[in-house]
């Protein structure tokens, strides 16, 4: 893992026992202070692989800790006031112990940017995990969650990594189409009934995987043509049919696996071609409108919007066509209108940053769940 090229290891002395010579063999490196106490030096505790079935007494100063290693264990708890006094830990692995619940204290690691809990039988991360805002990958794998907490995705805004594959989640919280920074999205092996409808926000997200969701998973939600950064996608094993018309306009797309689904559209043979050719004909079958009509003209709208599928606008009214309207090889839509105010340039200067969108200031002002809504985007 990443977190494994940061500082050379140094195995920190605990109290008691445990652990045999391997515990006892190294100790912390100590250095003086101005004041002349001897302080424990910042460096990683890695007491994996020891059988433990409880942790021992600290004997060191732990907000000194910048990788605590707990994995391969027998732990069934660990301690709140432990782990709220891991002040300046920045990753911490805990995987394949048996764990049933995380400590709810670990909302207090502000400076934890990698955690690794799968392989236990958790099922559900406490709430308090959206306070660790410098998160940037989570490992939930091989676990018994069915659900994760509702807001999650508002404020993990640094999350690069979700793995929560091999789980029992029904449903991904809405707020999940809100991590801006999100690259990786495992959620194979699940119980997905669907997906977040709006996705596009997901503007970095480069690979998503929701195969293996059996009998559960039957449909993908449009907005998943708008995921401009998507370099792999594998929707494999599934009771897909159809794949939405928008996932022609995958630009960057190079990798879409599709076994193992009772597809009608496209056809196999489609498939079997190449990757362009299946973007050529869901795009062609965008062009051509459907039974959806309706809601692929308030999809392309954002397609358009987003650069992914080009539009071109008619000017002039005629042939019973209104002004104002776009036209894309015989296919018609509404003009993009803004509402509320989204297209002046006070607003568009926040589309644009990120930062200036959920900075404070702006937050009373302009919520995510209404700038980012179906209603606020799309012409009804």
């Given amino acids: 893992m990443m977190y494994e090229q940061q500082q050379q290891v140094t195995l920190m002395e605990m109290g ?13 490196r100590r250095s003086s202070s101005r004041d002349g106490e001897e302080t424990v030096g910042v460096g990683v505790v890695d007491l994996s692989g020891m059988s433990l079935d409880s942790l021992p007494i600290p004997s060191l100063n732990l907000a000194t800790v910048s990788k605590l290693d707990l994995s391969n264990n027998n732990l069934q708890i660990i301690p709140e006031s432990l782990t709220a006094r891991l002040l300046n830990v920045v990753a911490l692995d805990v995987h394949s112990n048996q764990l049933k619940s995380l400590p709810n204290s670990i909302g207090c690691l502000s400076k934890l940017k990698f955690l690794n809990v ?7 991360l406490p709430k308090t995990i959206e306070n660790c805002r410098s998160l940037e990958e989570l490992n939930a794998n091989f676990n018994q969650l069915t659900m994760l907490p ?11 990594k979700l793995s929560v594959n091999s789980n029992k989640l029904i449903l991904l ?5 809100h991590l ?3 690259r990786v999205l495992d959620a194979r092996l699940n119980c997905l009934r669907s997906l977040p409808e709006d996705m596009e926000n997901l503007i970095n997200l480069e690979v998503l995987n929701v195969s293996q969701n059996f009998q559960y998973l039957e449909t993908l939600p449009y907005s998943i043509g708008l995921l401009m950064s998507l370099v792999e996608l594998d929707v494999s094993y599934n009771k897909i049919k159809c794949l939405p018309d928008s996932v022609g306009c995958l630009k ?16 196999m043979e489609v498939f079997e071609q190449s990757l362009q050719v299946v973007k050529e004909y869901l795009c062609e079958k965008m062009k051509a409108g459907g ?11 954002k397609l358009v919007k987003y650069a992914t599928f080009n539009g071109k606008m008619i000017t002039s009214g005629g042939a019973g066509r209104r002004s104002g309207e776009w036209e894309r090889d015989g296919f018609i ?16 200067g926040m589309l644009s940053s990120p930062s200036r969108l959920f900075s404070p200031q702006n937050m009373g002002m302009l919520s995510p769940r209404r700038l980012f809504s179906p209603r606020t985007y799309c012409t009804k």
């Fill in 173 to 177: 919280p809405q707020s999940i189409s």
């Fill in 333 to 348: 839509m509404s003009e993009y209108r803004s509402i509320d105010g989204l297209a002046s340039p006070g607003y568009m």
């Fill in 16 to 28: 008691g026992n445990r652990g045999g010579d391997r515990h006892r063999r190294s100790r912390p």
């Fill in 118 to 124: 799968s392989g236990n039988h958790l099922q559900a």
């Fill in 252 to 267: 960057n797309l190079q990798k879409l696996s599709v076994e193992g689904n009772p597809l009608v559209s496209p056809p």
């Fill in 180 to 182: 801006t920074s999100l």
């Fill in 150 to 160: 509702d807001t999650i995705g508002f404020e993990l805004v640094n999350l690069k």
């Fill in 291 to 301: 039974e959806n009509h309706r809601k692929k003209k308030s999809w392309v709208g």
